[in-house]
Structures are given as structure tokens and as C-alpha cells.
């Protein structure tokens, strides 16, 4: 079984923070590239930032360069995603996903991504 759990989703206000865990099983993340992604109510996928595999080159898009972070705990086969100075336009369902490639510099291109999680709901609002 190949599978991507997302969590730690939530209710925040504009400010504060969350961090996300993309928990794997099936497979080990170090040997695949991860990517955040989110989907806000009638617009399409976008990507967020990605980790690539083993070499761990991050990437992230303009809208949350400085304050999203996202990383690897090899251990517990976990990729993160800590947000911090979350945006009311953050409000989104966040996805993980996985792709066995991308070993220097990662592609936040949706297209490009095999392996999917089903999401967690980031909601930041007062």
C-alpha cells in the first residue's frame, strides 16, 4: 500500500500558524521528491513548495516564500510543512504528494506529481 496522510489542518487566525505533516507509508520518503500543494474552493491546484529526495533542495512558490518551511523528519517518514504569518488567502485544502524523481531541483507543477494525499482543510480567518 502506498499512501500519503495529510494532517494538522485547522482553524487559525490570520497571523498564526500551523505546521502540517504528510505521513507516508508504503514507501520511503527520503526516496521520493514531496510536494505541498493547496486548492481553494473554485480554483485549480497550486502548487506550495517541495523537498527533492535525498538531496533535500527546497522550493517555494512567491505567495509564501519567507513564511512557509517545509522539511523532513526521515525517522518518522514525514514531510512537514510549518506556515507561519498565515494570510486569509491561504485558506485552502492542503495536499501532499510524491514522486520518485526530482533529486536536485523540484517542480511545484502539478502535472508533475504521481502520489497524492487526500488533503487537509487550512482555514485562516478572524
Known amino acids: 500500500q502506498f499512501q500519503l496522510v495529510e494532517s494538522g489542518g485547522g482553524l487559525v487566525q490570520p497571523g498564526g500558524s500551523l505546521s502540517l505533516s504528510c505521513a507516508a507509508s508504503g514507501f520511503t520518503v527520503d526516496h521520493n521528491a514531496i510536494g505541498w500543494f493547496r486548492q481553494a474552493p473554485g480554483k485549480e491546484r497550486e502548487g506550495v513548495s517541495c523537498i527533492s529526495r535525498t538531496v533535500n533542495n527546497t522550493y517555494y512558490a512567491d505567495s509564501v516564500k519567507g513564511r512557509f518551511t517545509i522539511f523532513r523528519d526521515n525517522a518518522k517518514n514525514t514531510v512537514y510543512l510549518q506556515m507561519n504569518r498565515l494570510k486569509p488567502e491561504d485558506t485552502a485544502v492542503y495536499y501532499c504528494?510524491?514522486?520518485?524523481?526530482?533529486?536536485?531541483?523540484?517542480?511545484?507543477?502539478?502535472?508533475?506529481?504521481?502520489?497524492w494525499g487526500q488533503g487537509t482543510q487550512v482555514t485562516v480567518s478572524s
Open positions: 504528494a510524491a514522486v520518485w524523481k526530482f533529486t536536485y531541483d523540484c517542480s511545484i507543477n502539478v502535472r508533475e506529481w504521481n502520489y
